[in-house]
Protein backbone atom coordinates (compact mmCIF):
# COMPACT_ATOMS: atom_id res chain seq x y z
CA UNK A 1 0.00 0.00 0.00
CA UNK A 2 1.15 3.51 -1.19
CA UNK A 3 -1.13 4.97 1.89
CA UNK A 4 -2.08 8.43 1.25
CA UNK A 5 -0.13 10.29 -1.72
CA UNK A 6 -0.14 13.99 -1.93
CA UNK A 7 0.94 16.02 -5.04
CA UNK A 8 2.89 18.24 -5.55
CA UNK A 9 5.29 18.77 -2.91
CA UNK A 10 5.97 22.28 -2.87
CA UNK A 11 4.03 24.99 -4.93
CA UNK A 12 4.87 28.64 -5.71
CA UNK A 13 1.47 30.54 -6.82
CA UNK A 14 1.29 34.09 -7.62
CA UNK A 15 -1.74 36.01 -5.93
CA UNK A 16 -5.11 35.14 -7.81
CA UNK A 17 -3.69 32.49 -9.33
CA UNK A 18 -5.77 28.95 -8.85
CA UNK A 19 -4.38 25.85 -8.22
CA UNK A 20 -5.68 21.94 -7.21
CA UNK A 21 -3.92 20.07 -4.53
CA UNK A 22 -4.59 16.09 -5.14
CA UNK A 23 -4.60 13.54 -2.28
CA UNK A 24 -5.63 9.84 -2.94
CA UNK A 25 -5.70 7.12 -0.73
CA UNK A 26 -5.32 2.85 -1.50
CA UNK A 27 -6.79 2.02 2.19
CA UNK A 28 -10.31 2.01 1.10
CA UNK A 29 -10.93 4.44 3.97
CA UNK A 30 -14.35 6.29 4.07
CA UNK A 31 -13.28 9.33 6.15
CA UNK A 32 -10.69 12.10 4.28
CA UNK A 33 -9.73 15.75 5.59
CA UNK A 34 -7.46 18.31 4.59
CA UNK A 35 -5.30 20.41 7.25
CA UNK A 36 -3.37 23.27 6.93
CA UNK A 37 -0.14 23.90 9.36
CA UNK A 38 0.96 27.37 10.18
CA UNK A 39 3.59 28.15 12.68
CA UNK A 40 3.04 28.09 16.32
CA UNK A 41 -1.23 27.02 15.34
CA UNK A 42 -0.80 23.17 14.80
CA UNK A 43 -2.85 21.96 12.59
CA UNK A 44 -6.38 23.17 11.52
CA UNK A 45 -9.16 21.11 9.76
CA UNK A 46 -9.81 22.94 6.46
CA UNK A 47 -13.14 20.26 5.58
CA UNK A 48 -13.67 16.71 5.33
CA UNK A 49 -15.52 14.14 3.85
CA UNK A 50 -16.86 11.07 5.35
CA UNK A 51 -17.73 9.21 1.86
CA UNK A 52 -17.88 9.71 -1.80
CA UNK A 53 -20.47 12.27 -2.58
CA UNK A 54 -20.27 13.67 1.26
CA UNK A 55 -18.35 17.17 2.24
CA UNK A 56 -18.58 19.60 5.29
CA UNK A 57 -16.55 22.41 6.49
CA UNK A 58 -13.98 22.11 9.09
CA UNK A 59 -12.18 25.20 11.08
CA UNK A 60 -10.90 27.53 8.61
CA UNK A 61 -12.80 26.48 4.88
CA UNK A 62 -13.07 29.96 3.44
CA UNK A 63 -10.53 30.11 0.09
CA UNK A 64 -10.96 26.49 -0.32
CA UNK A 65 -13.15 23.75 -2.03
CA UNK A 66 -13.63 20.04 -1.79
CA UNK A 67 -14.97 17.29 -3.62
CA UNK A 68 -15.07 13.67 -3.29
CA UNK A 69 -16.33 11.70 -6.38
CA UNK A 70 -14.16 8.90 -5.62
CA UNK A 71 -13.39 6.91 -2.58
CA UNK A 72 -9.76 6.82 -3.64
CA UNK A 73 -9.40 11.15 -4.04
CA UNK A 74 -10.01 14.11 -1.78
CA UNK A 75 -8.98 17.16 -4.02
CA UNK A 76 -8.65 20.83 -2.25
CA UNK A 77 -9.09 23.71 -4.82
CA UNK A 78 -8.11 27.15 -4.01
CA UNK A 79 -10.17 29.02 -6.72
CA UNK A 80 -8.07 32.48 -5.84
CA UNK A 81 -4.88 32.29 -3.67
CA UNK A 82 -4.07 34.91 -1.44
CA UNK A 83 -0.83 35.23 0.46
CA UNK A 84 -2.60 33.92 3.39
CA UNK A 85 -2.88 31.04 2.01
CA UNK A 86 0.66 30.29 2.62
CA UNK A 87 0.96 26.97 4.53
CA UNK A 88 1.82 23.47 4.24
CA UNK A 89 -1.09 21.41 3.31
CA UNK A 90 -1.62 17.65 4.96
CA UNK A 91 -4.44 15.44 3.67
CA UNK A 92 -5.35 12.41 5.82
CA UNK A 93 -7.70 9.11 6.20
CA UNK A 94 -9.12 7.09 8.38
CA UNK A 95 -11.48 4.05 8.49
CA UNK A 96 -13.84 6.03 9.84
CA UNK A 97 -15.27 8.54 12.46
CA UNK A 98 -14.36 9.02 15.99
CA UNK A 99 -11.93 6.34 17.30
CA UNK A 100 -9.66 5.32 14.25
CA UNK A 101 -6.24 6.45 13.89
CA UNK A 102 -5.87 9.19 10.73
CA UNK A 103 -3.18 8.51 8.06
CA UNK A 104 -1.11 11.63 6.75
CA UNK A 105 0.22 12.15 3.74
CA UNK A 106 3.87 13.85 3.61
CA UNK A 107 2.09 17.41 2.64
CA UNK A 108 2.48 19.99 0.28
CA UNK A 109 4.43 23.20 1.08
CA UNK A 110 2.08 26.24 -0.84
CA UNK A 111 3.98 29.66 -1.06
CA UNK A 112 1.86 32.12 -2.42
CA UNK A 113 3.26 35.85 -3.49
CA UNK B 1 -15.91 24.19 18.90
CA UNK B 2 -12.84 22.81 20.91
CA UNK B 3 -10.29 24.84 22.13
CA UNK B 4 -7.06 22.95 23.13
CA UNK B 5 -4.32 23.79 24.43
CA UNK B 6 -0.64 22.61 24.64
CA UNK B 7 2.40 23.32 27.17
CA UNK B 8 5.55 23.67 26.52
CA UNK B 9 5.95 24.73 23.64
CA UNK B 10 9.97 23.55 23.51
CA UNK B 11 11.46 20.69 25.42
CA UNK B 12 14.57 19.53 25.87
CA UNK B 13 16.35 16.95 28.11
CA UNK B 14 19.27 14.82 28.24
CA UNK B 15 19.18 11.31 26.90
CA UNK B 16 17.46 8.64 29.21
CA UNK B 17 15.21 11.65 30.70
CA UNK B 18 11.76 11.54 31.12
CA UNK B 19 9.76 14.09 28.92
CA UNK B 20 6.24 14.96 30.13
CA UNK B 21 3.83 17.12 27.86
CA UNK B 22 0.73 18.73 28.68
CA UNK B 23 -2.71 19.29 27.17
CA UNK B 24 -6.03 20.92 27.92
CA UNK B 25 -9.60 20.56 26.35
CA UNK B 26 -12.64 23.06 26.79
CA UNK B 27 -15.33 20.57 25.53
CA UNK B 28 -16.31 18.12 28.45
CA UNK B 29 -18.11 15.94 25.26
CA UNK B 30 -15.12 15.21 23.56
CA UNK B 31 -14.15 11.65 23.88
CA UNK B 32 -11.27 10.42 21.84
CA UNK B 33 -7.40 12.11 22.58
CA UNK B 34 -4.44 11.04 20.19
CA UNK B 35 -0.99 12.15 19.96
CA UNK B 36 0.78 12.54 16.79
CA UNK B 37 4.57 12.92 16.21
CA UNK B 38 5.82 14.69 13.27
CA UNK B 39 9.43 14.51 12.26
CA UNK B 40 11.03 16.93 10.08
CA UNK B 41 9.42 16.93 6.60
CA UNK B 42 6.83 14.46 7.23
CA UNK B 43 3.36 14.04 7.77
CA UNK B 44 2.15 13.57 12.14
CA UNK B 45 1.87 10.09 12.68
CA UNK B 46 -0.49 8.85 15.67
CA UNK B 47 2.06 7.03 18.51
CA UNK B 48 -0.64 6.80 21.07
CA UNK B 49 -4.81 7.56 22.14
CA UNK B 50 -6.52 7.05 24.79
CA UNK B 51 -10.64 7.10 25.00
CA UNK B 52 -12.57 8.82 27.16
CA UNK B 53 -13.70 5.65 29.38
CA UNK B 54 -9.63 5.09 30.26
CA UNK B 55 -7.56 7.09 32.49
CA UNK B 56 -4.04 5.60 31.45
CA UNK B 57 -2.75 3.96 28.55
CA UNK B 58 0.61 2.80 28.10
CA UNK B 59 2.66 1.10 25.04
CA UNK B 60 6.21 0.26 25.97
CA UNK B 61 8.15 3.75 26.96
CA UNK B 62 5.06 5.55 25.85
CA UNK B 63 1.96 6.24 28.22
CA UNK B 64 -0.65 8.36 27.97
CA UNK B 65 -2.67 9.50 31.25
CA UNK B 66 -6.54 11.13 31.09
CA UNK B 67 -8.60 13.58 33.82
CA UNK B 68 -11.84 14.09 32.50
CA UNK B 69 -12.57 16.00 35.70
CA UNK B 70 -9.92 18.21 34.90
CA UNK B 71 -10.08 17.96 31.37
CA UNK B 72 -6.62 17.71 30.95
CA UNK B 73 -4.35 15.01 29.65
CA UNK B 74 -0.51 14.60 29.39
CA UNK B 75 2.12 11.85 27.47
CA UNK B 76 4.87 10.84 29.51
CA UNK B 77 8.18 9.14 27.65
CA UNK B 78 10.16 7.50 29.73
CA UNK B 79 13.80 6.49 28.90
CA UNK B 80 14.32 9.16 26.00
CA UNK B 81 16.41 8.64 22.45
CA UNK B 82 17.73 10.70 20.78
CA UNK B 83 15.33 9.33 17.67
CA UNK B 84 12.55 10.69 19.90
CA UNK B 85 13.53 14.42 19.04
CA UNK B 86 10.62 15.54 16.98
CA UNK B 87 7.39 17.97 17.27
CA UNK B 88 4.41 16.21 19.38
CA UNK B 89 0.71 17.62 18.67
CA UNK B 90 -2.63 16.63 21.15
CA UNK B 91 -5.41 16.20 19.34
CA UNK B 92 -9.42 16.09 20.76
CA UNK B 93 -12.57 14.87 18.79
CA UNK B 94 -15.45 16.66 18.59
CA UNK B 95 -18.55 15.22 20.02
CA UNK B 96 -19.71 13.88 16.80
CA UNK B 97 -16.42 12.38 16.28
CA UNK B 98 -16.15 14.27 12.57
CA UNK B 99 -13.24 16.74 13.69
CA UNK B 100 -10.56 16.75 15.30
CA UNK B 101 -8.58 19.76 16.94
CA UNK B 102 -5.38 20.20 17.85
CA UNK B 103 -2.58 21.37 20.04
CA UNK B 104 0.14 23.87 19.07
CA UNK B 105 2.65 21.13 19.20
CA UNK B 106 5.66 21.04 21.54
CA UNK B 107 9.40 20.39 19.79
CA UNK B 108 11.31 17.90 21.51
CA UNK B 109 15.23 17.92 21.51
CA UNK B 110 16.88 14.79 23.51
CA UNK B 111 20.20 15.89 23.76
CA UNK B 112 22.83 12.87 23.46
Known amino acids: NAGVTQTPKFQVLKTGQSMTLQCAQD?????MSWYRQDPGMGLRLIHY???????DQGEVPNGYNVSRSTTEDFPLRLLSAAPSQTSVYFC????????????FGPGTRLTVT | GENVEQHPSTLSVQEGDSAVIKCTYSDSASNYFPWYKQELGKGPQLIIDIRSNVGEKKDQRIAVTLNKTAKHFSLHITETQPEDSAVYFC???????????FGTGTSLTVIP
Open chain 2, 91 to 101: AASSNTGNQFY
Open chain 1, 27 to 31: MNHEY
Open chain 1, 49 to 55: SVGAGIT
Open chain 1, 92 to 103: ASSYGLGYYEQY
